[in-house]
């Protein structure tokens, strides 16, 4: 009789719970919604930072425009640069622009 109430005692405290195949499942499926959607937030980031890019070349370009009305030597960065028209960190990404893209002609030289 003992016995048997220990067993019901215990029947009765076990409580239902998630399987390890059911675990594993679940972690499968939100390992591979993550190996989905990580290369794509890159993907992103490089769009964008291009993009940004694309308006720093314009601003340049308007600022070389500007530095032309005052002056009659050749424009250049580091002219650009030293005459305060735009910072070192424009000029970078003036460059970085370039390089990734190849097939568009450069105006301004450093």
Do not use: W
């Amino acid at each position: 009789m003992k016995k048997n109430s220990i067993l019901s005692k215990i029947k009765q405290k076990q409580v239902d719970g998630f399987t390890l195949v059911e675990m594993l499942i679940v972690l499968l499926i939100i390992s591979v919604l993550i190996l989905l959607f990580v290369p794509n937030l890159s993907k992103q980031k490089e769009a964008v930072k291009n993009t940004g890019n694309g308006a720093v070349v314009k601003v340049v370009h308007s600022q070389a425009e500007l530095y032309k009305l005052d002056h009659t030597d050749e424009v250049t960065l580091s002219k650009l640069v030293n005459n305060g028209n735009i910072t070192q960190k424009q000029a970078d990404a003036y460059n970085e622009y370039y390089k990734k893209n190849t097939a568009e002609t450069r105006d301004i030289v450093n």
